[in-house]
């Protein structure tokens, strides 16, 4: 009997629409408004682009080095972005003028993240340190966090009460206001990239050994379920879209992956033109958008997998699935 609560894998080779020339794109963010997005390539450029018409709004004046790294605040108000040589720069959301001069944050490479509350531009190298910046004075505000090992990755979880920090050994769990590690996991898997639930109940990591992803549970830190293997080691190699249902992934062969996050069925797959390199949803969760070598591709995420149908899907499927093993029992049962 076929299971009519599951759909079909989508397979596509031929994205929506494309967008061009724009260097090997390491950051891809979609504005709160869902009608911008920001990119920053290899090319030490940062780009704001109209996402309804696919045309670039502005570009504003190079870093002068490699970028590394590019945030977004939750408001849409703030971008930040780093280089290779540890200076960040940040600019207006709305009309990308610069709001500081670059300023040397770290020696080395960093990476970034906004507060929920956008008040605070977190920071952390390979120095080890997490630094902490004022976003109206662009200041040091407080304490810096030692890690001790380099630091690959920070996200603040929605709430802003946890700050999860990647590090080449570890990953670890701060509390950013009291400045004290509450936890440390991982030892021996070094993560390159994290991503929250939108309900901070889980942390998803991805390191560059196959490109796998874990999934952590936020009370105990104990691993969920077995990990994901065989994904692209990019240091932006998977997204969730906004209500936690689905993820995309990067995969080896320059495919996407889209999985519901519940089970990890696979609903889509989509080939890249060439090795992609960041993914990320649009803000209505129905488009993914995949960053690559000299452009961006847009496709259509299936219907079913669109979050207001999403929990409704899950829900159906669970259903489904056990009816069908308590008839399967009932069977056996009778046959005895």
Wanted: net charge negative; proline share 4%; charged share 20%.
């Amino acid at each position: 009997m076929k299971d009519k609560a599951t759909h079909p894998v989508i397979q596509s080779s031929v994205p929506d629409r494309e967008f061009d020339g724009l260097g090997r794109v390491s950051v891809i963010a979609v504005f709160p408004d869902g009608r911008r997005m920001a990119t920053s390539s290899s090319e030490n450029m940062l780009r704001l682009w109209d996402l309804k018409n696919g045309t670039m709004m502005m570009e504003p004046e190079e870093h002068g080095s490699d970028l590394r790294d590019m945030a977004l605040s939750r408001d849409g108000r703030l971008i930040a972005s780093s280089d290779c040589r540890g200076y960040v720069i940040a600019w207006h959301g709305d009309t990308g003028r610069p709001l500081t001069q670059a300023f040397n944050a770290h020696a080395y490479n960093c990476w970034l993240d906004f507060s929920p509350d956008s008040a605070t531009l977190a920071t952390g190298s390979a120095d080890c340190m997490v630094k902490f910046w004022n976003t109206k004075t662009w200041q040091l505000q407080g304490t810096s966090l030692n890690c001790g090992n380099g630091v690959t990755c920070i996200r603040y979880s929605p709430s802003g009460e946890l700050l999860a920090i990647a590090t080449n050994n570890n990953i670890q769990i701060w509390n950013p206001v009291g400045r004290a590690r509450t936890a440390s996991f991982g030892h021996g898997a070094p993560s390159v990239s994290l991503v929250w639930t939108p309900d901070g109940k889980c942390l998803l990591s991805g390191n560059h050994d196959g490109g796998i992803i874990r999934e952590w549970d936020s009370l105990t830190w104990e691993q969920v379920g077995n990990i994901w293997e065989g994904g692209s080691d990019s240091r932006n190699n998977f997204a969730m879209n906004w209500n936690g249902t689905v993820v995309a992934t990067l995969a080896t062969s320059n495919h996407v992956h889209l999985w519901w996050l519940s089970d990890r069925r696979t609903i889509a797959i989509f080939r890249h033109s060439d090795t992609p390199s960041c993914v990320t949803f649009s803000m209505d969760g129905k488009h993914i958008l995949v960053g690559g070598i000299d452009k961006i591709s847009e496709w259509t995420v299936p219907e079913h997998a669109w979050p207001e149908h999403a929990l409704q899907e899950q829900v159906t499927y669970q259903v489904y699935s056990h009816s069908i093993s308590v008839h399967s029992s009932s069977h056996f049962w009778f046959q005895g």
